[in-house]
């Protein structure tokens, strides 16, 4: 046991290994507060440009309704005025009883713009009566019907209406279509064509013509279109009677009593003997 010597291990050479700081990655954190102020910042920075740099632009409707006006695009609104960045957009104006407007605002750099729209009304609906019924009507020239009459889809503006029929004076009138899809109502009472000529005769059977047309007194009453007129009043045994007259229409003409003249008659004398001398209020006539 003496002889036995104390066991060691064997040592072997490391690999050399330069010593390193160990790097630890750290990252902010974004709170919910500091995201908020940021946008808040964007924001408020894009406010500033848009404000600096936008045109200040007026959009008149024509139109006798409320008007509504969509324009695309970042605009803002302010009274009657819009403020909008220089380009071009789409922008539709509607109103009730118009035609929809779709067009483009084209904006420049001009501070301070105005554009006019000028709305399309709807065609509208006109319906016509007249005493009268059955008077023939006439639009702008064109015959359309007669009465009582409903015209549909006519366009809004000023169109000349004429209304006739026998024995009345044509009426004629411009009117003003509005369209809007509105119904419009027009009631004509037409004048008559003629006057009314009061008259009694002696004899009370007679023959009545006008310019040599016949015709009737009812009631004592004759009707004589207007104009120079030439009555005829003739009776069997009698001179035939003639008055000219000026009618005018719807007027009241009174001729009072016309006595007609006996026509003159034809007397034959005869005697026996034959060859007697006859004369008349003294003066010879005959033999």
């Known amino acids: 046991m003496a002889d036995q010597r104390p066991q060691t291990d064997a040592l072997s050479a490391a690999t050399f290994e330069p010593r390193t700081d160990a790097v630890v990655e750290t990252r902010r954190r974004v709170t919910p507060v500091g995201m908020a102020i940021g946008l808040s910042g964007l924001l408020i920075a894009y406010v500033l440009f848009f404000l600096l740099t ?5 959009v ?10 969509s324009i695309s695009g970042i605009h803002l609104p302010f ?25 483009n605002l084209v904006v420049d750099d001009t501070e301070i713009q105005s554009q006019t729209i000028q709305l399309t009304p709807l065609p509208g609906t006109l319906v016509i009566d007249s005493s009268p019924v059955s008077a023939m009507v006439s639009l702008d020239g064109n015959t359309i019907g007669n009465t009582p009459l409903t015209i549909e889809g006519i366009e809004a503006g000023s169109v000349t209406m004429i209304l006739s029929t026998d024995r009345y004076l044509s009426y004629e009138s411009v009117i003003d279509v509005a369209g809007r899809a509105k119904t419009q109502r027009f009631s004509i009472n037409l004048i008559p064509g003629w006057a009314r000529v009061t ?19 009812r009631e004592g009453v004759l009707d004589i279109m207007q104009g120079e007129r030439q009555i005829t009043l003739a009776s069997p045994g009698y001179v035939d009677q003639v008055i000219n007259v ?42």
């Open 199 to 217: 008259i009694e005769t002696d004899p009370t059977e007679v023959d009545v013509s006008i310019d040599n047309e016949p015709a009737s007194i």
């Open 79 to 103: 009274g009657e005025r819009y403020l909008v960045r220089p380009g071009t957009y789409a922008m539709t104006v509607t109103a009730e009883g118009y035609r929809p407007y779709a067009g």
């Open 246 to 287: 000026t009618a005018i229409a719807d007027s009241d003409i009174d001729l009072g009593r016309i006595e007609l003249i006996p026509a003159a008659g034809l007397l034959r004398l005869s005697s026996i003997p034959t060859g007697a001398v006859v004369t008349r209020d003294g003066r010879f006539v005959g033999a």
């Open 54 to 58: 936008a045109r200040s632009v007026s």
């Open 60 to 69: 008149t409707v024509s139109a006798e309704t409320p008007s509504s006006i």
